[in-house]
C-alpha cells in the first residue's frame, strides 16, 4: 500500500522535474541573461524535492502510536508535523530566494528584516492552519466523509473571506495610499518592501472586503499613468470576481482529490485510521497539486488576459505595455517559456504573449 502512495509521488515529482530541465535549457539558449530566472527555478527544483522526501517520510514512518488515542494528541501531532513541514520548506526555499534577490542586486533587505517579515508571514499561515485541523478532525470524529469534505471546503472557501478582514496581519505594515483609492477598493503600500527592488501589485479578497497591495518598487519605477494602468488591471481582478472564481474550481478540485483519496485507501485497504490520512492528505497535497496544476494554470492566466483588458480599457493598452515592459526589465523575467513548462508552471501568460494580444485587442477596438 506504502509502494502506490510512494509510486505516485514518484512519478509527480518525475515529471515536474522533467518539465524543469526543459524549462533550465529553454533559458540558458536565451540570449539575454536569464540568471535570476534560472536560479529561481533550481529553488523552485529543491523545494519540490523537499515535498516528495517529507510525504515519503511521512508515509514510510507514521508515528501510529503518537494518534488516534484522542482527539487533542492527534490534533497535537498534526501541529508539531505542520509546523515542521512549513518551517523546513520555508528554510529551503525562502532563505535561498533572499540570497538570489540579493546576489542579483533586486534587493537590499537585510537578513534580520526578512527573518522578521517572514517569521510574521509564517505565523499568520498556522493562525490560520491550526483551528483548521482542529475543526476537521473534529468533523472526523462527529461524522462521515461528507461532513469532513465539506468542513475542509468551508474552510478553504472561508480563508478568502476571512483573510482580508485581518489584513494587518497578513501583511503588518500596510500603509493606505488615499491618492489611488478606487471607489470602494482602498489601495495599499506594502511598507516592508521598502528594501526590494521587486516591482509588483497584487489584488486580495472577493467582495466586501476586497484590497489591493503594491511594492513600493512599483510606484518609483513606473510613471503616475502606467501606475494608474496596474492598478486597473488588478482591480479587473476584483470586479470580475475572479477570487470566488478560483475558490470555486479549488473546492472542485479538493473535493474530487478528497473523495479519490479516501476511495483509494478503502480499495487498497491501508487501514489507517483518519487522523493519520487527514495528516498524509495535508502534506501530499502540493505533490497532487502536480496533477491539477495544468487546468488551475491555463485558467489562472485566463484571468490575467481578463484583467489586462480591464486596463486597456480604463487607461490604454499601450500605457498598460510600457508600464509591463518596466516591470519585466525590474524584475529579470524572461518574455519566453519553455512552452510545456509554462503550460503546467506558470500562473501568467509569458510576457510575449500579453503584449501581442493587449496590442491586438485595441485595434479592433474603437
Ligand atoms: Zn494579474
Known amino acids: ?6 509510486s505516485i509521488a514518484g512519478f509527480i515529482l518525475a515529471f515536474k522535474l522533467w518539465l524543469m530541465a526543459r524549462q533550465h535549457r529553454y533559458l540558458s539558449r536565451q540570449a539575454i541573461d536569464s540568471q535570476f530566472a534560472r536560479q529561481r527555478l533550481m529553488v523552485l527544483l529543491g523545494s519540490e524535492c523537499w515535498d516528495t522526501l517529507f510525504f515519503a517520510l511521512l508515509v514510510l514512518y507514521l508515528p501510529e502510536n503518537w494518534m488516534g488515542s484522542g482527539l487533542i494528541q492527534s490534533f497535537l501531532v498534526c501541529v508539531a508535523v505542520l509546523f515542521v513541514f512549513s518551517l523546513t520548506r520555508w528554510a529551503i526555499c525562502n532563505v535561498r530566494l533572499w540570497q538570489v534577490a540579493k546576489a542579483n542586486d533586486l534587493s537590499q533587505q537585510s537578513f534580520a528584516d526578512f527573518i522578521h517579515i517572514s517569521a510574521k508571514r509564517l505565523g499568520s499561515l498556522l493562525m490560520w492552519m491550526v483551528p483548521c485541523i482542529f475543526i476537521v478532525l473534529l468533523a472526523g470524529e462527529l461524522g462521515s466523509n461528507h461532513i469532513i ?10 480563508q478568502f473571506i476571512i483573510l482580508p478582514l485581518f489584513k494587518t496581519r497578513l501583511f503588518s505594515d500596510l500603509e493606505e495610499d488615499r491618492d489611488y483609492r478606487l471607489g470602494k477598493i482602498p489601495v495599499y503600500e506594502d511598507v516592508e518592501t521598502r528594501q526590494s527592488k521587486q516591482a509588483n501589485a497584487r489584488a486580495f479578497g472577493g467582495g466586501f472586503a476586497s484590497f489591493i497591495v503594491y511594492t513600493t518598487a512599483l510606484k518609483k519605477l513606473v510613471s503616475e499613468q502606467e501606475f494608474r494602468a496596474v492598478l486597473s488591471h488588478e482591480k479587473g481582478h476584483i470586479v470580475k470576481a475572479h477570487h470566488i472564481k478560483w475558490v470555486v474550481l479549488q473546492s472542485a478540485i479538493i473535493l474530487i482529490s478528497f473523495y479519490a483519496f479516501m476511495g483509494m485507501n478503502s480499495f487498497l485497504n491501508w487501514g489507517k485510521g483518519f487522523d493519520e490520512l487527514l495528516l498524509i492528505a495535508l502534506v501530499g497535497l502540493p505533490l497532487m497539486d502536480g496533477l491539477w496544476m495544468g487546468l488551475s494554470n491555463s485558467v489562472m492566466r485566463k484571468f490575467e488576459y481578463e484583467a489586462d483588458q480591464v486596463a486597456a480599457r480604463e487607461v ?19 518574455h519566453k517559456d519553455d512552452a510545456l513548462y509554462a503550460f503546467f508552471f506558470s500562473a501568467h501568460p509569458t510576457p510575449d504573449e500579453r503584449v501581442k494580444r493587449l496590442l491586438s485587442k485595441t485595434t479592433t477596438t474603437p
Do not use: D, H, R
Not at 316 to 334: D, R
Open 1 to 6: 500500500m506504502v509502494a502506490v502512495y510512494l
Open 149 to 158: 469534505a465539506l468542513v475542509v471546503v468551508a474552510l478553504l472557501g472561508g
Open 316 to 334: 490604454s493598452a499601450e500605457t498598460f505595455v510600457s508600464a509591463l515592459e518596466k516591470i519585466w526589465g525590474q524584475n529579470q523575467t524572461p
